[in-house]
């Protein structure tokens, strides 16, 4: 039976709409009340669900309670970025995870706390879409599903790697809201389950028209599909995954863009290089730091990444808190005529005077950093409204997977074409062969701040090797398999009544009971 359960509209509507380049992917009004009943029996009304479920996507930059956004977030357990502001106690959580020693009280929350949510979201619109009936067309139906069971597993992959042994579930529970802790092996084999029936719905397009950038497309499901069976190491789906890859570079629908720097501008949103990117927009964005946490808008992100005390406009960049500078290391390992290099690393030391705080080095990420510009047409606070999409999936990464997965013997095709594409685009006219290693470091080159880095050292195996003490005293801990999952955050143990198992992270500040992995 039907519950009379009340939908608040504005719950669904007042989301982070899918804008960016696209400010038209369906923006909702509707401030009324309704029951389930009634409100899952139109076809736009599915669609406001659909667009909710996307809207959690925007919210591990800042949810109201910590600043913990999902690329940087992994990025500073790696090697290229360190997490900067104020002082080692200025964003505690980045500062300890960073250095391996996080604890459940003190550890990235908000990840886990927005996928749920994104969960819950998506496992509603899959509950309640059969309830339109005839108001919604078989073709409609197949294509929400789509969206909602691919959105599923990305959230989920997002769970799946930074905590491993998580609750699993595909259909929202009830009081008391307990469900079994899958062990990560489990979850990746239902989570790849789950995605390839997504894939074989036939209902996504291989890229989608202008309007509706933000939504999910065949690329961007085959890519995720990659990301997690390279992750698994599951050498059984390599082949379906090189297939994947194959099959977007010969749509025709993508392709590499010539400047580099450029891709990460906001003309830049959305070019043919793109495959997945995270819509926030500054035009009338309204967001801010309290009560409008959750509510259309731009990121805090470049804020954070900005130089503290630079005088806006200065070099064309904004002022901000100096967090997640960019290691010296980082810079110096392009060549000269790398063009990655400039795209990349921003020396504000050589362009400006600001505030020299915690960690710095000088260089900042110019990618996501604070640009001139980029939150002139929001509507409140400036520093949480900057329009930079966040970029997931480019096609340079479905060139890079290709490569490796021919490689690690998936399947025939050009690896060195592939491998050397990329590197011709970055001005690099010395050929590489295709190795693993050689791959890998170009991914390395290709990807800083765009959160791949520390997954591909810990999947490789070349975590505990790279991820070691540094000269200047800010890691003093090396990487161990024991810190391959984060410690699940302390609140969620405690609402778990005994059902939740810590995860097996070990430092000298936490010993976890009953590890588990």
């Not at 500054?282 to 967001?287: I, K, L, P, S």
Request: proline share 3%; charged share 20%; with cysteine.
């Amino acid at each position: 039976m039907r519950k009379n359960t009340y939908i608040i509209a504005g719950l669904i509507s007042s989301v982070f709409l899918m804008t960016g380049c696209a400010d038209s992917f369906l923006e909702v009004e509707s401030k009324t009340q309704e029951t389930i009943d009634t409100y899952f029996t139109t076809d736009e009304h599915v669609q406001e669900a659909v667009v909710a479920a996307y809207a959690p996507l925007h919210w591990t930059d800042w949810d109201g309670n910590q600043y913990s956004p999902v690329l940087q977030a992994s990025d500073i357990m790696a090697d290229d970025l360190w997490v900067g502001a104020a002082s080692k106690t200025d964003q505690a959580h980045l500062h300890l995870s960073a250095n391996y020693e996080a604890v459940p009280t003190n550890c990235i929350q908000n990840i886990w706390n927005t996928a749920y949510k994104g969960v819950k979201r998506c496992n509603d619109v899959l509950t309640y879409i059969g309830w339109a009936g005839e108001n919604l067309t078989k073709e409609s139906a197949t294509y929400y599903e789509a969206q909602a069971r691919v959105l599923r597993v990305f959230y989920y992959t997002w769970l799946w790697k930074f905590y491993g042994n998580i609750p699993y579930y595909e259909a929202n529970l009830t009081s008391p809201y307990l469900t079994e802790q899958f062990q990560a092996d489990a979850v990746y084999n239902a989570m790849v389950v789950d995605l390839e029936g997504a894939i074989a719905l036939n209902a996504l397009p291989m890229r989608e028209e202008s309007k509706n950038y933000g939504r999910v497309t065949l690329a961007m499901a085959y890519m995720l599909y990659a990301e997690i069976v390279m992750y698994q190491n599951d050498d059984s789906r390599y082949t379906t995954a090189l297939k994947y890859m194959t099959d977007i570079i010969n749509s025709g629908k993508y392709d590499l863009v010539d400047n580099y720097a450029g891709i990460f501008r906001e003309s830049g949103e959305w070019s043919t290089e793109s495959i997945f990117e995270i819509n926030y927009k500054d035009d009338q964005a309204t967001r801010n730091y309290t009560d409008n946490v959750f509510v259309a808008g731009g990121t805090v992100l470049p804020t954070m990444m900005g130089p503290d005390g630079w005088v806006d406009g200065t070099d064309g960049h904004n002022n901000g808190w100096g967090t997640f500078p960019v290691r010296t290391e980082t810079y110096n390992m392009y060549s000269d005529e790398d063009t990655r290099r400039d795209g990349t690393c921003w020396n504000a030391a050589a362009a400006g005077t600001y505030n020299s705080r915690y960690q710095d080095t000088g260089f900042f990420l110019e990618k996501y950093t604070a640009h001139t510009g980029d939150n002139a047409d929001c509507s409140n606070d400036p520093q949480v409204n900057y329009n930079n999409n966040f970029r997931i999936y480019r096609f340079s990464e479905t060139l890079l997977n290709a490569a490796e997965l021919i490689v690690r013997n998936a399947g025939s095709g050009d690896a060195k074409e592939y491998l050397n594409r990329v590197r011709k685009r970055a001005g690099l006219t010395t050929e590489l062969e295709p190795t693993v290693d050689n791959i890998i470091e170009e991914r390395h080159l290709e990807f800083v701040g765009e959160g791949k880095r520390y997954w591909d050292l810990v999947r490789t195996g070349k975590a505990s090797i790279v991820l070691v003490p540094d000269e200047y005293g800010y890691r003093t801990n090396t990487w161990s398999i024991n810190k391959k999952y984060l410690p699940i955050p302390q609140s969620a143990i405690d609402s778990a009544q005994g059902s939740l198992t810590q995860n097996n992270y070990y430092c000298l500040l936490y010993t976890s009971p009953s590890p588990r992995d």
